[in-house]
């Protein structure tokens, strides 16, 4: 793969930056028909005579391609079936519904942690909340920081790539955890960890442009990215695929090998995708997601050296990185293994973190970063444009993600509460998460591997082959259709594994580990009598 820094020339500068989509499983979606081609005028386009009117025919024909199953079709029918019996409809033989499909920390019942509601309330109000002893000391000191190192005041556009103070201290912390140092110049803040994998993502789009041999002839010779991506995944990778109109290069992580990666299969994976791509990035997710799993230090020191033989820029979602269930597991970054390995001056890595997740759990306020590695002082200038494009990220994220890498500290007026806290949540998140590997394991027909870190459990269950019939009346997909009866009889709304991706033949669905232990057990109990009744119903005698 030729090395990032001379990608960007060829990404047409005209281009707008990536916006937030849907995910999905097609990455064949095909171009957006170039303008002076024209189309009928009954589709809307100007043909000397209508007005382009946008329309479901007119619009980017990528859109009709792309997915998101975690806030799909059953989340919006499980938010209908919850408003009508707040409406006091009582044809539901549940009275409420479970909503067990996305990671919210906050609205599945985790409470928000006080340092974090005190710094930004402070922040936002200092006028008042400064002058006043109504926040303890180290709160009002810290406002008083973040605030005067952005203009003195949080409604102030900050840096594109974020106030420097908090760089800094994201800095620091990647140093500490890696014993490594790191240098804050190669931190961006984002917009959640989503934000900085697009933007990314879309620098590394290829597009080559080429003129004729009469030097007067231009061609557009459009060639598109080959992004490796896990299957199963987390829906933002496939939905970005198809947004960008690149290639999907999917690799199965081994449910049998606990979800390892076999990596020994990658290159013939990237030989084969190089008929129809350019290779240029592989993604990793690291705590998994939906898989729960952590990766072990010899699998991803094989990914290291697969990524550095292919000349492959290496993804690393690491939003669940605090999320870690194991005993006497610590987090191991992708950073770290590439400098004990020697690589860091020939290799390129971009690293992401969320506030959304941990025990932060500020999802709403879209809080991150990301630090690339590798990228040449050109790139980071193109990188820097493509971020200013964006003017900065919101300023209330930023100071969340302050707190996320630089906590209040022992002797700190704030520190006890705020370690009470921290540990209160993981451990209530621990105990979930062994709670659900158990219950479900003794449920017949579903399998569960145990839950090692992130927020989600990815069972495989078995649904026989007669409800293929339904599933066809209903024009689903069977695990789809599974965890629709699922809904509708019992109230719980899950996502299905094809929503993900999964390995032919399997069946899965992910459920999260967020929701109080009171209502997990509730949702466990609903889920063994639904399994239990459904594989009845469709039982061969």
């Known amino acids: 793969m030729a090395r990032l820094a001379t990608m960007v020339s060829r990404v047409a500068l ?107 309330a402070a922040c936002l109000d200092p006028t008042t909340l400064l002058n006043s002893q109504l926040y303890p000391e180290d709160v009002r000191k810290r406002a008083q920081e973040i605030v005067a190192s952005n203009k003195g005041s949080m409604g102030c556009y900050s840096d594109s790539r974020g106030i420097e103070l908090i760089r800094r201290h994201v800095a620091d912390f990647i140093g500490r955890r890696d014993n490594i140092s790191c240098n804050w110049k190669n931190v961006y803040l984002e917009n959640g960890g989503s934000d900085g994998i697009k933007t990314l993502l879309f620098m590394c789009m290829a597009e080559h442009n080429q003129w004729g041999e009469d030097t007067f002839t231009y061609h557009r010779k459009a060639e598109k990215t080959g992004i490796l991506i896990p299957i199963p995944q987390y829906p933002l990778y496939t939905a970005t695929i198809s947004e960008m109109n ?73 939003v669940y990185q605090e999320n870690i269930w194991e005993e006497d597991v610590e987090f191991q970054s992708f950073r770290k293994i590439i400098h004990s390995m020697g690589l860091e001056n020939d290799f390129q ?104 870190g992130a927020m989600y459990a990815f069972p495989r269950i078995t649904i026989p082959e007669e409800a293929w019939e339904d599933a066809r009346k209903e024009n689903m997909e069977l695990d789809t259709y599974y965890c629709l009866e699922f809904l509708r009889q019992k109230g ?8 993900f991706g999964q390995k032919k033949g399997t069946w899965h669905f992910r459920t999260t580990i967020l929701p109080s232990e009171e209502d997990l057990e509730d949702m466990l109990e609903r889920f063994k009598d639904f399994h239990t009744s459904f594989l009845h119903k469709y039982h061969k005698p």
């Open 246 to 318: 690149a290639h999907q290069i999917s690799y199965l992580v081994d449910e049998d090998d606990n979800w390892s990666i076999d990596v020994s299969k990658l290159p013939q994976l990237v030989k084969e995708a190089r008929e129809h791509c350019q290779p240029r990035v592989m993604v990793v997710i690291n705590p998994g997601n939906p898989t729960g799993q952590n990766l072990p230090l010899e699998n991803m020191k094989e990914i290291v050296r697969f990524c550095h033989k292919e000349g492959l820029l290496l993804f690393s979602d690491e």
């Open 492 to 499: 719980v709304c899950v996502v299905p594994g094809s929503g």
């Open 14 to 120: 005209s281009r707008a930056p990536a916006c937030v989509g849907f995910a999905a499983r097609s990455t064949s979606a095909p171009l957006a028909m170039p303008v002076t081609r024209g189309l009928s005028s009954d589709a809307g386009h100007n043909n000397g005579n209508s007005k382009f009117r946008l329309t479901v025919d007119t619009m980017n024909p990528r859109v009709r391609h792309m997915r998101y199953a975690v806030r799909g079709p059953l989340p919006l029918e499980a938010a209908r079936i919850a408003e009508d019996i707040k409406k006091g409809v009582s044809d539901y033989p549940f009275k409420r519904v479970l909503f067990c499909n996305i990671g919210d920390c906050q609205a599945m019942g985790q409470r928000p942690m006080t340092f974090v509601r005190q710094l930004v």
């Open 349 to 452: 890595l971009a690293s992401f973190n969320s506030t959304s997740k941990g025990h932060i759990g500020e999802c709403g306020m879209r809080g991150g970063y990301m630090e690339v590695m590798g990228l040449d002082p050109e790139l980071m200038k193109e990188l820097y444009k493509i971020c200013s494009t964006k003017l900065c990220p919101n300023t209330p994220g930023q100071v969340v993600t302050d707190v996320m890498v630089n906590p209040p500290q022992p002797g700190d007026p704030s520190y006890e509460l705020f370690d009470q806290e921290r540990r209160d949540i993981l451990q209530a998140l621990k105990r979930k998460a062994e709670l659900v590997y158990t219950r479900m394991n003794e449920i017949p027909g579903v399998r569960c591997n145990r839950i090692q």
